[in-house]
């Protein structure tokens, strides 16, 4: 796919169905041609792990996928020792009367390889695209070690030594920011903030991704969603939480939004009961009040 240009790659992010303004194309573009992993940061639900996949479809590459947690180490994320068949390897050579060396124990044959090795050990033409996902979610001594990942796209095992990536992966690092992430791994980075969108980039991306919803439908609920992120509650709905919400509603066969059919389905974009009952009642009718919905 010809990605010679910005607007080449803004182009080509919308046939893939994600909308991109101007700053987040020249991001990825930057991260592409100087081969530097891509740091996205922003609210749960704004498009940052999507961005990923669709550069992995761009691209046609394959994506691995490093999901972080807390506790996540080196064995989860970057590789461990098959001790089964290690076990058996020993057994199979005391029945021969014979001795398996350290060498052979440990080599490549019994190392099971896990995301961050895939992605720097890949043999294939086409780099990967490799996304850690939520790297806020981790440990800070995981997130220092993804400093020599990121440095120089390489591993180094201490039985084996330093395996270095052939072609480097499309690295791209996502964070929601429940904690502040070192300086020093996002310098190794190009950065952006991907932040809630306005209305009209909003309804688009509605009209992209559902696109069997009536105009109307998708306009009031774009309105009635940028009347939430006013709102003083725990945890405002996302761009996935208006897409699972349209979804749902053109599941119910709704042509417009309708109070007691909105009132219903208020889980589908808002996760904590406090927020739900917030909403509900005289402020749910303020709000389709202000998106025009019949009350």
Same mark, same amino acid.
Not at 173 to 198: F, M, Q
Not at 252 to 275: F, S
């Given at each position: ?59 046609? +590459? ?12 080196? !064995? !989860?994320? /970057?590789?461990?020792?098959?001790? +089964?068949?290690?076990?058996? !390897? ?15 124990? =440990?080599?490549?044959?019994? &190392?099971?390889?896990? %995301? ?14 490799? &996304?850690?996902? #939520? ?6 001594? =995981? ?5 020599? $990942? ?19 992966? /499309?690295? /791209?690092? +996502?964070?929601?920011?429940?904690? #502040? ?28 991704? /559902?696109?069997?919803? %009536? ?25 996935? #939480?208006? &897409? ?13 939004? #309708?109070?007691? $059919?909105?009132?219903? +389905?208020?889980?589908?974009? &808002? ?25």
């Amino acid at each position: 796919m010809n990605l010679n240009s910005i607007d080449d790659l803004q182009a080509a992010l919308r046939e893939q169905l994600y909308i991109a303004d101007r700053g987040l194309a020249t991001a990825i573009y930057l991260a592409l041609r100087l081969n530097r992993p891509l740091f996205l940061e922003g609210e749960a639900g704004v498009g940052k792990t999507e961005v990923a996949k669709v550069i992995a479809r761009l691209l046609d +590459t394959d994506l691995i996928r490093l999901q972080c947690y807390e506790g996540l180490d080196v !064995h !989860h994320a /970057v590789y461990e020792w098959n001790y +089964t068949r290690q076990m058996m !390897h020993i057994r199979v050579h005391e029945a021969r009367g014979e001795h398996a060396s350290e060498a052979e124990l =440990f080599g490549p044959d019994f &190392l099971l390889r896990r %995301p961050l090795l895939q992605a720097i050990e890949n043999t294939r033409e086409k780099a990967p695209v490799l &996304l850690v996902d #939520e790297v806020d979610r981790s440990d800070e001594e =995981f997130e220092a070690f993804l400093l020599e $990942v990121l440095s120089d796209f390489q591993i180094t095992i201490p039985e084996i030594g330093t395996i270095k990536a052939e072609r480097p992966p /499309v690295a /791209v690092i +996502t964070s929601n920011r429940t904690r #502040e992430v070192h300086d020093a791994l996002k310098r190794r980075c190009l950065y952006y903030w991907i932040d809630y969108p306005g209305f009209d980039k909003e309804f688009e991306i509605v009209r992209a991704k /559902v696109p069997q919803a %009536p105009a109307q439908l998708a306009r009031q609920i774009t309105g009635f969603i940028q009347e939430l992120r006013r709102a003083d509650l725990y945890k405002v709905p996302g761009v996935a #939480e208006t &897409l699972d919400w349209t979804a749902a509603l053109v599941a119910l066969d709704q042509q417009a939004l #309708e109070p007691g $059919v909105v009132e219903e +389905t208020l889980g589908v974009i &808002l996760k904590y009961q406090d927020d739900v009952e917030k909403v509900r009642g005289e402020n749910l009718r303020a709000i389709l009040d202000r998106v025009k919905v019949t009350v």
